[in-house]
């Protein structure tokens, strides 16, 4: 029986006409050269929610002039921490303040659901206060042991202009995991939101000109992976590209950073096991997983996609998760009932049904959904949540990363196993283990290959903790003290303070 908790169309207000959204080039806002615009509409509603500016070529170079300028010849990179400091705080409040403006057009231009959004953009503003903790913490080493006409200094210094290029999951969120950790550090940057969701990272931009970042230190420009993008990844006045976004990309990315030697960041995809044994809590344990695989309609790279449960508890547990996803209410996003919204886009979502039937016809069988959902009201981009069991560690359903409100169910008997399955993904972001016993814990965290484990939980998360991949889901951490890390380069002073250096030649 296919019921499911569905939330029809609310009574919400959609907008009257769609914001009009302009690059941000050296302090100036700004169309693009040829007049050309980009047409988003809301995924749920159908609506245009934003006409925005779509760069090109001289967009990007002239944003990248406006940042090395700023960086070569301005104030900010050899301002103190705690002038910086003082304008992240200020940014942190200017969000804190059109939190409700910004979250609504998150949810529309992005599908996510307005409670979501609002979370969402509370968790950004608390990395902006929490970069501006770390800009007052910026120090290197002495070495002092070096002799007595010697000291050696370790500087940390700004790496330069950074171009920062951001997908379409969270986009607000994840410019605020970038963002203000280099400006914390005295970077300059440029910035490119997803052509899907342009919106909110143009609003942070005006917060930023109103809490007076000085000109050229934060640009803008908005339009596609090509040219901007490529762009950003190769113009030689770039000295570090952040990216996040899909792992293809993030190839193609490192490959055009290293004609010039740019430090790359990437935060790319995932395939995200969870490891259940016969020991965890099962009803605990099955709402996470519900959590993990449905929030964000799944297009998460934490989605907790896969679950490897041992034999024993494996029909149990997924009757209780099969159970919970009738009760998750997918729906109109913005209505606050509403837990899971709209997929991206027409073409993401048959991507996400080829891989279910993929998986069906290769096997696999259909514990639930598995097909568009219908909600009242709204139109085709919603997908019902969706599990598949049966699933041989083969099929790219258990490989690939679905990236929508899809689980796979793969079973193991011995914890080398389960150790071995939860490592065959090409992928190394996040795993996770069920178990009472904090030996399994133990053991399974230090033989996982992921850049995160949570045991008895799934997608906590906090600034003060670093975050990102290891294998094919990236290289560098954002977030902690080793998000501005990422953004400072080392420097060698070594002095002489005696009197003598002893003669070379004789
Ligand atoms: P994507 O790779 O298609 O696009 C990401 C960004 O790259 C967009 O701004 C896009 O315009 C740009 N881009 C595309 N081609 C480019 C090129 N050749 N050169 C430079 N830039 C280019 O990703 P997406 O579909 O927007 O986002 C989904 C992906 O992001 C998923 O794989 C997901 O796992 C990943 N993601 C990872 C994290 C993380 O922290 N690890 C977080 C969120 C999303």
């Not at 959609?14 to 809301?42: F, K, M, N, Y």
């Not at 070495?143 to 997908?167: A, F, Q």
């Not at 997803?194 to 339009?223: D, F, Y």
């Not at 009760?327 to 027409?346: K, N």
Request: glycine share 10%; hydrophobic share 45%; charged share 20%.
């Amino acid at each position: 029986m296919q019921d499911f908790t569905v939330i029809p169309a609310s009574n919400a207000a959609l907008p009257d006409a769609p914001v009009a959204l302009q690059h941000w080039i050296g302090g100036v806002w700004v169309d693009s050269a040829d007049g050309a615009t980009t047409e988003r509409r809301s995924p749920a509603h159908g609506v245009p929610v934003s006409v925005a500016a779509k760069g090109g070529r001289l967009e990007a170079h002239a944003a990248l002039a406006a940042a090395r300028r700023a960086f070569d010849a301005g104030a900010w990179p050899r301002s103190s921490g705690k002038d910086r400091a003082t304008l992240l705080l200020r940014v942190a409040d200017l969000i804190d303040r059109d939190r409700a403006t910004i979250a609504r057009h998150e949810a529309l231009e992005s599908g996510k659901p307005i409670t979501q959004a609002m979370a969402e953009i509370e968790g950004a503003a608390d990395l902006w206060r929490y970069a501006a903790s770390l800009a007052r913490m910026i120090h290197g080493d002495s070495h002092n042991s070096l002799g007595p006409d010697m000291l050696g200094l370790v500087l940390k210094d700004p790496i330069g202009v950074v171009s920062m290029i951001t997908p379409w999951n969270f986009p607000f969120l994840i410019i605020s995991q970038k963002l203000p950790f280099a400006l914390a550090a005295g970077c300059t940057a440029v910035v490119k939101p997803s052509e899907l969701t342009p919106g909110t990272t143009v609003m942070l931009g005006h917060l930023l000109e109103e809490a007076r970042v000085p000109a050229g230190v934060c640009n803008i420009v908005l339009g596609h992976g090509d040219p901007v993008g490529e762009v950003l990844a190769t113009d030689s006045r770039v000295d570090m590209v952040s990216f996040t976004g899909s792992t293809a990309v993030g190839k193609r990315i490192a490959a055009a950073a290293s004609a010039t030697l740019k430090r790359v960041s990437l935060e790319l995809g995932g395939k995200n096991p969870q490891v259940i044994f016969p020991d965890a809590d099962l009803d605990q344990a099955a709402d996470a997983i519900a959590f993990g695989v449905y929030f964000n309609a799944g297009e998460c790279c934490n989605s907790g996609s896969r679950i490897i449960v041992h034999q024993d508890v494996a029909a149990a547990l997924t009757d209780k998760i099969v159970a919970l996803s009738r009760r998750v209410p997918f729906g109109d996003p913005l209505d606050p009932r509403t837990q899971v919204g709209a997929i991206i886009s027409p073409e993401h979502l048959a991507k996400i049904d080829g891989y279910v039937r993929g998986a069906v016809a290769a096997g696999a069988t259909l514990a639930l959904g598995g097909a568009a959902l219908d909600v009242g009201g709204l139109g085709a981009q919603f997908y019902q949540p969706t599990i598949v069991t049966d699933v041989r560690p083969d099929m790219p359903i258990a490989l690939e990363e679905v990236f929508g409100p899809v689980l796979s169910v793969l079973t193991f008997q011995t914890f080398d196993e389960a150790i071995a399955l939860a490592n065959s993904a090409a992928y190394g972001l996040s795993a996770g283990v069920w178990s009472k016993d904090v030996s399994t814990c133990l053991d399974f965290a230090r033989r996982v290959q992921a850049g995160t484990v949570w045991t008895n939980t799934w997608m906590d998360g906090f600034a003060e903790l670093p975050f990102g991949g290891v294998k094919q889901s990236g290289q560098g951490r954002e977030l902690g003290r080793y998000g501005i890390e990422e953004f400072l380069e080392v420097k060698t002073v070594q002095m002489r303070i005696g009197t003598t250096r002893g003669a070379w030649v004789a």
